[in-house]
């Protein structure tokens, strides 16, 4: 079977990436037979552990990781370090004594337990007495149930998590009602507010970013501009002696450094240091899913037959939430940037085959593995390579990340 494992971050209340929860499943082409389900998900575990690495794929962070109820009796889960893993009980797994038994042994053991997709069923107060957290889904509880189970597990030692939020003012619901951690997409849509301006910070980077993906590349107005920008400067000439590029000697000098480097990684790495600064008023993974993003679709583009679009695969993922960076609409923003129409026209939805591209990574991420496997065939991918891009765009993302 193929492994897909996609992760969506979990955040607290100043928008601050707690944990991810590790989101999966091993597939042929349609939803896993109810007869290998089980073996299925101990594989999985398997491989997050020996193939992937936790720490990569969690860049340090708690892992919360559902599990089958086999793998919840056999305690397969004591392969990961207790310090580093919830284990989430989904809502198909039924409290009985063999269930409860296992999680009081993975309490003992030092694990905290999640319960995802909570509805409250008396039956299930011997596992809401041994939770941790307990996760609320926003599309399934509606309206003052959201706030009245807040009320209910208040005074106790459970943290709640408001799921599956989708939108700013969801977001502002469950923080107004005081949900202590929250999940869903809500972070990567900016609350437009009409006439805000952008900061004058951002508009140098703007202009810079403009200046950079120019048809023509002008090195010397280039190394202007960014001699006008202290961190520009300095963030560019750390990124061109880093281990990256295996020079002998030290970079010194910027236009020096961008000729040596040639006009197309010129722009990419220009445009990936401009971006950093762009973001750094902003919730940290809105700039780590940009980066998941831009690699994911640099590698996946040639094992779609898109060979010789490397920049422009790359500049898309990265641009992609660029409107929640600036807080206006993504068309006027494109058009600051300078990038190519048909960049442009895959991120604002126009159909072409780098826009497919971008359909994908959206996909994957977002756990949506039955439209992923619809893609792979649709773009005659080697659905086991879309694992492998996935990973390695974390990976290089992280170390892009701790620079």
Not at 86 to 102: F, H, L, Q, R, Y
């Amino acid at each position: 079977m193929d492994l897909f494992l996609a992760r969506q971050p979990i955040f607290d209340r100043q928008q601050s990436v707690i944990a991810y929860e590790l989101l999966f499943r091993s597939s042929s082409g349609g939803p896993v037979p109810d007869s290998e389900y089980e073996q299925a998900a101990l594989n999985v575990i398997r491989d997050i552990f020996f193939v992937f690495g936790l720490e990569h794929l969690t860049t340090g962070k708690k892992a919360f990781i559902n599990v089958s109820r086999r793998a919840l009796i056999e305690e397969k889960v004591t392969i990961f370090p207790p310090d580093q893993t919830v284990i989430e009980i989904v809502e198909t797994i039924e409290p009985d004594p063999e269930v409860i038994t296992a999680c009081t042994n993975l309490k003992h053991a030092g694990y905290k337990l999640a319960l995802d997709d909570f509805t409250y069923r008396e039956e299930l107060e011997p596992l809401i007495a041994l939770a941790d957290y307990i996760k609320i889904d926003f599309k399934q509880t509606l309206g003052e149930e959201r706030k009245a189970l807040l009320e209910k597990f208040k005074g106790t030692e459970i943290e709640l998590i408001a799921e599956k939020v989708e939108t700013h003012s969801e977001f502002n619901e469950a923080y107004a009602y005081g949900y202590p951690y929250f999940q869903g997409y809500f972070i990567c849509e900016p609350e437009l507010i009409a006439g805000k301006d952008i900061p004058g910070f951002k508009i140098n980077y703007l202009r810079f970013l403009r200046e950079v993906n120019q048809p023509s590349l002008d090195l010397d107005k280039l190394e202007q501009i960014i001699k006008q920008d202290v961190s520009l400067s300095y963030k560019l000439l750390r990124y061109l002696n880093s281990a990256w590029f295996g020079w002998r000697t030290e970079v010194t000098s910027i236009k020096g450094a961008l000729v040596r480097l040639g006009e197309q990684p010129t722009k990419k790495w220009a445009s990936l240091v401009a971006y950093t600064n762009l973001a750094e008023d902003k919730p940290s993974e809105l700039l780590l899913t940009s980066l998941i993003r831009a690699r994911f679709c640099e590698l996946a583009g040639p094992e779609a037959g898109l060979k010789g679009k490397d920049l422009d695969l790359f500049l898309m993922g990265m641009f992609s939430l660029i409107d929640a960076l600036v807080d206006r609409p993504l068309v006027e923003v494109l058009d600051e940037v300078s990038v190519s129409d048909e960049v442009k026209n895959a991120l604002l939805g126009k159909p072409s085959q780098i826009n497919r591209i971008y359909q994908l990574v959206l996909a994957y991420e977002r756990g949506e593995w039955d439209r992923v496997l619809s893609m792979a065939n649709e773009l005659s991918m080697d659905r086991s390579r879309i694992l492998e891009c996935y990973t390695q765009a974390v990976e290089w993302a992280g170390q892009i990340f701790r620079m």
